[in-house]
Protein backbone atom coordinates (compact mmCIF):
# COMPACT_ATOMS: atom_id res chain seq x y z
CA UNK A 1 0.00 0.00 0.00
CA UNK A 2 0.90 3.46 -0.71
CA UNK A 3 2.20 6.20 1.64
CA UNK A 4 -0.27 8.83 3.32
CA UNK A 5 -0.59 11.96 1.74
CA UNK A 6 -2.32 13.85 3.86
CA UNK A 7 -4.37 13.56 7.19
CA UNK A 8 -8.35 13.76 6.94
CA UNK A 9 -8.61 15.65 10.29
CA UNK A 10 -12.48 17.22 10.73
CA UNK A 11 -14.44 14.17 8.65
CA UNK A 12 -17.63 13.26 11.27
CA UNK A 13 -18.28 10.32 11.74
CA UNK A 14 -21.63 10.41 12.57
CA UNK A 15 -24.76 7.44 12.40
CA UNK A 16 -24.48 7.40 8.85
CA UNK A 17 -21.66 5.30 8.96
CA UNK A 18 -24.09 2.58 10.97
CA UNK A 19 -24.45 -0.49 9.66
CA UNK A 20 -28.10 -1.20 8.93
CA UNK A 21 -30.26 -4.50 10.66
CA UNK A 22 -30.69 -6.28 7.62
CA UNK A 23 -32.87 -9.82 8.37
CA UNK A 24 -31.15 -12.87 7.84
CA UNK A 25 -33.12 -13.77 5.04
CA UNK A 26 -33.06 -10.48 2.99
CA UNK A 27 -29.15 -10.09 3.46
CA UNK A 28 -26.64 -10.87 0.79
CA UNK A 29 -23.66 -12.49 1.22
CA UNK A 30 -20.38 -10.95 1.68
CA UNK A 31 -17.87 -10.10 -0.85
CA UNK A 32 -15.74 -7.10 -2.63
CA UNK A 33 -17.30 -7.56 -5.52
CA UNK A 34 -20.66 -8.30 -4.74
CA UNK A 35 -21.85 -5.64 -2.79
CA UNK A 36 -24.62 -5.38 -0.64
CA UNK A 37 -26.92 -2.74 -0.87
CA UNK A 38 -26.86 0.45 0.28
CA UNK A 39 -28.85 3.16 1.48
CA UNK A 40 -29.53 6.20 -0.65
CA UNK A 41 -28.06 9.42 0.28
CA UNK A 42 -27.96 12.54 -2.05
CA UNK A 43 -25.35 14.31 -0.34
CA UNK A 44 -23.05 12.23 -1.94
CA UNK A 45 -21.35 13.74 -4.84
CA UNK A 46 -19.21 12.15 -7.81
CA UNK A 47 -15.98 12.80 -7.87
CA UNK A 48 -15.59 15.40 -9.93
CA UNK A 49 -13.22 18.11 -8.65
CA UNK A 50 -9.84 19.00 -7.39
CA UNK A 51 -9.67 16.46 -4.22
CA UNK A 52 -7.85 15.87 -1.44
CA UNK A 53 -6.45 12.87 -1.91
CA UNK A 54 -5.36 10.16 1.32
CA UNK A 55 -2.98 7.41 0.45
CA UNK A 56 -3.15 4.30 3.15
CA UNK A 57 0.30 3.78 5.40
CA UNK A 58 0.45 0.91 7.25
CA UNK A 59 2.17 3.19 9.92
CA UNK A 60 -1.46 4.47 10.98
CA UNK A 61 -1.41 3.87 14.82
CA UNK A 62 -4.25 2.42 16.68
CA UNK A 63 -5.57 5.67 18.05
CA UNK A 64 -5.75 6.90 14.81
CA UNK A 65 -8.07 4.23 13.33
CA UNK A 66 -9.98 4.44 16.55
CA UNK A 67 -13.78 4.52 16.19
CA UNK A 68 -14.29 8.17 17.91
CA UNK A 69 -12.05 9.78 15.63
CA UNK A 70 -12.94 12.36 13.27
CA UNK A 71 -11.82 10.59 9.95
CA UNK A 72 -14.08 7.04 9.30
CA UNK A 73 -11.56 4.51 9.09
CA UNK A 74 -10.75 2.36 6.60
CA UNK A 75 -11.88 -0.93 8.37
CA UNK A 76 -15.18 1.13 9.34
CA UNK A 77 -15.57 1.98 5.63
CA UNK A 78 -14.69 -1.45 4.92
CA UNK A 79 -17.23 -3.34 6.89
CA UNK A 80 -20.23 -1.07 5.78
CA UNK A 81 -19.37 -1.31 2.09
CA UNK A 82 -17.89 -5.03 1.65
CA UNK A 83 -19.56 -7.02 4.54
CA UNK A 84 -22.37 -8.68 4.45
CA UNK A 85 -22.28 -11.28 7.76
CA UNK A 86 -25.94 -12.32 8.26
CA UNK A 87 -25.60 -13.56 4.55
CA UNK A 88 -22.79 -15.65 4.59
CA UNK A 89 -24.43 -16.76 7.93
CA UNK A 90 -27.46 -17.44 6.61
CA UNK A 91 -25.50 -19.88 3.78
CA UNK A 92 -23.32 -21.61 5.77
CA UNK A 93 -26.34 -22.40 8.65
CA UNK A 94 -28.29 -23.96 5.33
CA UNK A 95 -24.89 -25.42 3.81
CA UNK A 96 -24.24 -27.21 7.23
CA UNK A 97 -27.55 -28.60 7.50
CA UNK A 98 -27.66 -29.76 4.03
CA UNK A 99 -24.48 -32.07 3.99
CA UNK A 100 -23.87 -32.48 7.74
CA UNK A 101 -27.29 -32.33 9.75
CA UNK A 102 -28.23 -34.29 13.14
CA UNK A 103 -26.70 -31.61 15.19
CA UNK A 104 -26.58 -27.10 15.05
CA UNK A 105 -23.49 -26.16 14.30
CA UNK A 106 -21.90 -23.57 17.60
CA UNK A 107 -18.44 -23.65 16.59
CA UNK A 108 -17.28 -21.91 13.51
CA UNK A 109 -13.48 -20.67 12.74
CA UNK A 110 -12.77 -17.62 10.77
CA UNK A 111 -9.44 -17.81 8.79
CA UNK A 112 -8.30 -14.56 6.73
CA UNK A 113 -10.41 -13.20 9.35
CA UNK A 114 -9.57 -9.45 9.11
CA UNK A 115 -11.97 -7.39 12.06
CA UNK A 116 -13.49 -10.62 12.43
CA UNK A 117 -16.82 -9.01 11.69
CA UNK A 118 -18.47 -12.16 10.61
CA UNK A 119 -17.08 -14.16 13.88
CA UNK A 120 -18.37 -11.45 16.05
CA UNK A 121 -21.97 -11.32 14.09
CA UNK A 122 -21.72 -15.40 14.66
CA UNK A 123 -21.18 -14.88 18.58
CA UNK A 124 -23.70 -12.14 18.46
CA UNK A 125 -26.81 -14.13 17.31
CA UNK A 126 -26.45 -17.45 19.30
CA UNK A 127 -24.82 -17.05 23.42
CA UNK A 128 -23.88 -21.04 22.77
CA UNK A 129 -21.78 -20.44 19.81
CA UNK A 130 -17.82 -19.73 20.05
CA UNK A 131 -15.41 -18.43 17.33
CA UNK A 132 -11.91 -18.30 16.14
CA UNK A 133 -10.30 -15.90 14.35
CA UNK A 134 -7.22 -15.85 12.45
CA UNK A 135 -5.17 -13.21 10.83
CA UNK A 136 -1.79 -12.18 9.31
CA UNK A 137 -2.89 -8.43 9.86
CA UNK A 138 -2.29 -7.73 13.58
CA UNK A 139 -3.59 -3.79 12.91
CA UNK A 140 -7.09 -5.32 11.81
CA UNK A 141 -7.45 -7.87 15.11
CA UNK A 142 -6.45 -4.60 17.10
CA UNK A 143 -8.94 -2.84 15.49
CA UNK A 144 -11.65 -5.44 16.19
CA UNK A 145 -10.65 -5.54 19.74
CA UNK A 146 -11.17 -1.86 20.24
CA UNK A 147 -14.25 -1.38 17.76
CA UNK A 148 -16.23 -4.91 17.01
CA UNK A 149 -15.81 -6.51 20.25
CA UNK A 150 -16.35 -3.26 22.40
CA UNK A 151 -19.62 -2.73 21.06
CA UNK A 152 -20.35 -6.15 21.94
CA UNK A 153 -19.83 -7.27 25.62
CA UNK A 154 -17.84 -9.58 27.50
CA UNK A 155 -20.57 -12.01 27.46
CA UNK A 156 -19.61 -12.35 23.67
CA UNK A 157 -16.00 -11.48 22.75
CA UNK A 158 -15.19 -13.71 25.16
CA UNK A 159 -16.27 -16.72 23.33
CA UNK A 160 -14.11 -15.30 20.37
CA UNK A 161 -10.16 -16.11 20.41
CA UNK A 162 -8.91 -13.47 17.92
CA UNK A 163 -4.90 -15.37 16.58
CA UNK A 164 -2.23 -13.46 15.13
CA UNK A 165 -0.56 -15.41 12.66
CA UNK A 166 -0.42 -17.54 8.95
CA UNK A 167 -3.40 -19.60 7.87
CA UNK A 168 -0.31 -21.92 6.50
CA UNK A 169 1.00 -22.45 10.15
CA UNK A 170 -1.99 -22.29 12.38
CA UNK A 171 -0.91 -23.44 15.39
CA UNK A 172 2.26 -20.96 15.79
CA UNK A 173 0.04 -17.90 15.05
CA UNK A 174 -0.55 -16.24 18.73
CA UNK A 175 -3.64 -15.36 21.19
CA UNK A 176 -4.44 -11.81 20.68
CA UNK A 177 -7.12 -11.80 23.34
CA UNK A 178 -8.42 -13.74 26.05
CA UNK A 179 -9.72 -17.15 25.67
CA UNK A 180 -13.22 -18.39 26.69
CA UNK A 181 -14.00 -18.12 30.24
CA UNK A 182 -13.53 -21.43 32.21
CA UNK A 183 -17.06 -20.86 33.35
CA UNK A 184 -18.11 -20.97 29.69
CA UNK A 185 -16.01 -24.02 29.16
CA UNK A 186 -17.77 -26.23 31.67
CA UNK A 187 -21.04 -25.55 30.27
CA UNK A 188 -19.52 -27.02 26.81
CA UNK A 189 -20.11 -30.50 25.39
CA UNK A 190 -17.54 -33.49 24.97
CA UNK A 191 -15.50 -31.63 21.96
CA UNK A 192 -14.34 -28.65 24.60
CA UNK A 193 -12.84 -30.16 27.41
CA UNK A 194 -10.35 -27.62 29.76
CA UNK A 195 -7.13 -27.67 28.64
CA UNK A 196 -4.40 -27.91 30.73
CA UNK A 197 -2.99 -24.93 29.49
CA UNK A 198 -6.30 -23.17 29.93
CA UNK A 199 -6.33 -24.05 33.30
CA UNK A 200 -2.82 -22.58 34.30
CA UNK A 201 -3.11 -19.42 32.50
CA UNK A 202 -3.65 -18.19 28.90
CA UNK A 203 -2.49 -20.25 26.01
CA UNK A 204 -0.54 -17.67 23.55
CA UNK A 205 -0.59 -19.69 20.45
CA UNK A 206 -3.25 -22.11 18.82
CA UNK A 207 -1.14 -24.88 18.81
CA UNK A 208 -1.32 -24.39 22.93
CA UNK A 209 -5.17 -23.31 23.43
CA UNK A 210 -7.76 -25.83 23.59
CA UNK A 211 -10.41 -25.37 21.15
CA UNK A 212 -13.93 -26.98 20.54
CA UNK A 213 -13.19 -28.89 17.34
CA UNK A 214 -15.26 -26.54 14.65
CA UNK A 215 -18.22 -27.34 12.79
CA UNK A 216 -17.74 -24.65 10.28
CA UNK A 217 -14.24 -22.96 8.72
CA UNK A 218 -14.66 -20.42 6.95
CA UNK A 219 -12.33 -17.89 4.08
CA UNK A 220 -14.57 -14.90 2.63
CA UNK A 221 -13.97 -12.04 0.62
CA UNK A 222 -11.90 -14.58 -1.71
CA UNK A 223 -9.13 -14.66 0.67
CA UNK A 224 -7.84 -17.99 -0.65
CA UNK A 225 -6.60 -15.92 -3.57
CA UNK A 226 -3.58 -14.99 -0.77
CA UNK A 227 -2.51 -18.40 -1.61
CA UNK A 228 -0.19 -18.13 -4.61
CA UNK A 229 0.52 -21.57 -4.99
CA UNK A 230 -1.15 -25.43 -5.36
CA UNK A 231 0.88 -26.57 -2.91
CA UNK A 232 0.25 -23.77 -0.20
CA UNK A 233 -3.93 -24.31 -0.95
CA UNK A 234 -3.84 -28.04 -0.51
CA UNK A 235 -1.96 -27.20 2.64
CA UNK A 236 -4.20 -24.57 4.13
CA UNK A 237 -7.28 -26.84 2.97
CA UNK A 238 -5.46 -29.86 4.81
CA UNK A 239 -5.31 -27.10 8.19
CA UNK A 240 -8.99 -25.91 7.66
CA UNK A 241 -10.09 -30.10 7.32
CA UNK A 242 -8.29 -30.86 10.55
CA UNK A 243 -9.94 -28.03 12.60
CA UNK A 244 -13.24 -29.47 11.61
CA UNK A 245 -15.32 -31.95 14.27
CA UNK A 246 -14.66 -35.89 13.71
CA UNK A 247 -18.55 -35.81 14.09
CA UNK A 248 -18.42 -33.85 10.63
CA UNK A 249 -18.43 -30.41 9.50
CA UNK A 250 -17.70 -27.69 6.29
CA UNK A 251 -15.36 -25.33 4.74
CA UNK A 252 -16.72 -22.67 3.25
CA UNK A 253 -15.39 -20.38 0.96
CA UNK A 254 -16.28 -17.53 -1.96
CA UNK A 255 -14.53 -16.54 -5.21
CA UNK A 256 -15.39 -14.70 -8.01
CA UNK A 257 -15.18 -14.91 -12.14
CA UNK A 258 -16.22 -14.42 -15.72
CA UNK A 259 -14.67 -12.54 -18.41
CA UNK A 260 -14.75 -9.81 -17.09
CA UNK A 261 -12.56 -10.72 -14.14
CA UNK A 262 -9.47 -11.27 -16.29
CA UNK A 263 -9.86 -7.69 -17.29
CA UNK A 264 -9.00 -3.79 -16.25
CA UNK A 265 -12.11 -2.87 -14.36
CA UNK A 266 -13.11 -0.49 -12.22
CA UNK A 267 -16.66 -0.37 -10.16
CA UNK A 268 -18.10 1.87 -7.80
CA UNK A 269 -21.41 1.78 -5.30
CA UNK A 270 -22.83 4.64 -3.48
CA UNK A 271 -22.75 5.06 0.40
CA UNK A 272 -24.10 7.33 2.87
CA UNK A 273 -21.93 9.61 2.66
CA UNK A 274 -19.26 7.79 0.39
CA UNK A 275 -18.43 6.64 -2.51
CA UNK A 276 -16.65 2.42 -2.99
CA UNK A 277 -14.77 1.71 -5.73
CA UNK A 278 -13.24 -1.84 -6.37
CA UNK A 279 -10.25 -1.50 -9.01
CA UNK A 280 -8.70 -4.21 -11.22
CA UNK A 281 -5.55 -4.08 -12.93
CA UNK A 282 -4.82 -6.03 -15.96
CA UNK A 283 -4.76 -9.96 -15.50
CA UNK A 284 -1.69 -11.94 -15.99
CA UNK A 285 -3.09 -14.89 -18.14
CA UNK A 286 0.11 -17.11 -17.66
CA UNK A 287 0.22 -16.96 -13.57
CA UNK A 288 -3.51 -15.58 -13.37
CA UNK A 289 -2.00 -12.77 -10.83
CA UNK A 290 -4.35 -9.57 -10.48
CA UNK A 291 -3.92 -6.65 -8.24
CA UNK A 292 -7.16 -5.44 -6.52
CA UNK A 293 -7.15 -1.75 -4.89
CA UNK A 294 -9.95 -0.45 -2.87
CA UNK A 295 -10.44 3.13 -2.99
CA UNK A 296 -13.26 5.40 -0.75
CA UNK A 297 -14.26 8.63 -2.37
CA UNK A 298 -15.60 11.57 0.07
CA UNK A 299 -18.09 14.07 -1.40
CA UNK A 300 -16.22 15.87 -4.41
CA UNK A 301 -13.28 16.96 -2.16
CA UNK A 302 -11.48 14.02 -0.60
CA UNK A 303 -10.83 9.92 -1.33
CA UNK A 304 -9.07 7.57 0.80
CA UNK A 305 -7.29 5.86 -2.29
CA UNK A 306 -5.50 2.40 -1.84
CA UNK A 307 -7.23 1.96 1.40
CA UNK A 308 -6.70 -1.86 0.70
CA UNK A 309 -4.75 -3.73 -1.96
CA UNK A 310 -4.28 -7.60 -2.96
CA UNK A 311 -2.11 -9.17 -4.82
CA UNK A 312 -4.50 -12.30 -5.59
CA UNK A 313 -4.11 -15.75 -7.83
CA UNK A 314 -7.39 -15.83 -9.08
CA UNK A 315 -8.41 -19.77 -9.27
CA UNK A 316 -10.62 -21.79 -11.29
CA UNK A 317 -13.16 -23.55 -9.59
CA UNK A 318 -11.98 -27.14 -10.42
CA UNK A 319 -8.27 -25.85 -9.64
CA UNK A 320 -10.07 -25.39 -6.21
CA UNK A 321 -12.28 -28.48 -5.98
CA UNK A 322 -9.07 -31.11 -6.81
CA UNK A 323 -6.75 -29.25 -4.33
CA UNK A 324 -10.03 -29.94 -1.46
CA UNK A 325 -10.14 -33.09 -2.60
CA UNK A 326 -6.41 -33.75 -2.74
CA UNK A 327 -6.26 -32.21 1.28
CA UNK A 328 -9.09 -35.09 1.99
CA UNK A 329 -12.57 -33.69 1.81
CA UNK A 330 -14.78 -36.04 0.72
CA UNK A 331 -17.02 -34.32 -1.36
CA UNK A 332 -17.24 -30.48 -2.90
CA UNK A 333 -20.11 -28.15 -3.59
CA UNK A 334 -20.65 -25.12 -5.78
CA UNK A 335 -23.15 -22.36 -5.84
CA UNK A 336 -23.12 -19.82 -8.28
CA UNK A 337 -24.32 -16.87 -8.65
CA UNK A 338 -24.59 -14.50 -11.78
CA UNK A 339 -23.47 -11.13 -11.64
CA UNK A 340 -25.08 -7.90 -13.65
CA UNK A 341 -23.16 -7.65 -16.27
CA UNK A 342 -20.00 -5.00 -15.71
CA UNK A 343 -20.01 -3.02 -19.64
CA UNK A 344 -23.07 -1.63 -18.58
CA UNK A 345 -22.47 -0.53 -15.25
CA UNK A 346 -18.56 0.02 -15.55
CA UNK A 347 -18.83 4.02 -16.51
CA UNK A 348 -22.12 4.02 -14.30
CA UNK A 349 -22.07 5.25 -10.75
CA UNK A 350 -23.58 1.92 -9.46
CA UNK A 351 -23.33 -1.69 -9.51
CA UNK A 352 -25.84 -2.91 -7.95
CA UNK A 353 -26.48 -6.82 -7.22
CA UNK A 354 -30.46 -7.41 -7.06
CA UNK A 355 -30.97 -8.75 -4.25
CA UNK A 356 -33.59 -11.23 -5.38
CA UNK A 357 -31.05 -13.11 -7.12
CA UNK A 358 -29.95 -16.15 -4.73
CA UNK A 359 -27.02 -18.53 -5.20
CA UNK A 360 -27.92 -22.35 -6.38
CA UNK A 361 -26.07 -25.49 -6.44
CA UNK A 362 -25.17 -26.43 -9.88
CA UNK A 363 -22.71 -28.74 -11.33
CA UNK A 364 -22.16 -26.96 -14.78
CA UNK A 365 -22.26 -22.97 -15.62
CA UNK A 366 -21.77 -21.66 -18.41
CA UNK A 367 -19.39 -18.78 -18.88
CA UNK A 368 -20.74 -14.74 -17.83
CA UNK A 369 -19.45 -11.90 -17.66
CA UNK A 370 -19.15 -11.86 -13.81
CA UNK A 371 -19.88 -14.62 -11.46
CA UNK A 372 -19.12 -15.22 -7.83
CA UNK A 373 -19.58 -19.00 -5.85
CA UNK A 374 -19.42 -20.27 -2.78
CA UNK A 375 -17.14 -23.56 -2.71
CA UNK A 376 -18.48 -25.83 0.42
CA UNK A 377 -15.95 -28.91 0.83
CA UNK A 378 -17.66 -31.46 3.51
CA UNK A 379 -15.87 -33.81 5.53
CA UNK A 380 -16.09 -37.24 5.59
CA UNK A 381 -19.03 -37.69 8.22
C1 LIG B 1 -9.62 -9.95 1.33
S1 LIG B 1 -9.26 -9.76 3.03
C2 LIG B 1 -10.65 -10.59 3.71
C3 LIG B 1 -11.01 -10.17 5.11
C4 LIG B 1 -12.29 -10.80 5.65
N1 LIG B 1 -12.22 -12.24 5.65
C5 LIG B 1 -13.51 -10.39 4.87
O1 LIG B 1 -14.38 -11.23 4.65
O2 LIG B 1 -13.65 -9.24 4.50
C6 LIG B 1 -7.93 -10.91 3.22
C7 LIG B 1 -7.39 -11.03 4.64
O3 LIG B 1 -6.51 -12.14 4.67
C8 LIG B 1 -5.37 -11.83 5.46
N2 LIG B 1 -4.29 -12.74 5.02
C9 LIG B 1 -3.67 -12.77 3.83
N3 LIG B 1 -2.80 -13.82 3.76
C10 LIG B 1 -2.90 -14.47 4.95
C11 LIG B 1 -2.28 -15.62 5.49
N4 LIG B 1 -1.38 -16.31 4.79
N5 LIG B 1 -2.60 -16.01 6.74
C12 LIG B 1 -3.52 -15.31 7.46
N6 LIG B 1 -4.17 -14.21 6.99
C13 LIG B 1 -3.85 -13.78 5.75
C14 LIG B 1 -5.14 -10.34 5.24
O4 LIG B 1 -4.43 -9.78 6.32
C15 LIG B 1 -6.58 -9.84 5.13
O5 LIG B 1 -7.07 -9.46 6.39
Redesign the pocket.
Known amino acids: MGKKKHRESHYRTSRRFHQDDDEYSSALP ?1 S ?1 FDLPPPPQDDDDEGEEGEEEEVEESHEKSKHDLGSDTDTPSKFDL ?1 QLS ?2 SPKGDISYMLKFFLMYVGGRQPLHLQ ?6 A ?2 STEWLRSDPRRTAVG ?4 LE ?1 LDWCLDNNLSKVGSDVSSRLSLFH ?4 QPYESRLVCHPPKIDFIKDLSLDYSIGSQVQSGIPTTMGDATLPARDIVC ?5 CC ?2 HSRKDLIAYFKHALNALSRKGGIFVMDLYGGTSSECKLRLQRKFSGFTYIWEQEEFDVINRKTKISLHFQFGKKKALRHA ?1 S ?1 HWRLWSIPEIKDCMEEAGFKSVHFWMREMPDTHLHENADEYTAGRDVKYEELSTFRQRDAWNAYVVAVTNV
Open positions: SAYVQEDFCGTLLLDLDSGNVLAFNYSCLFY
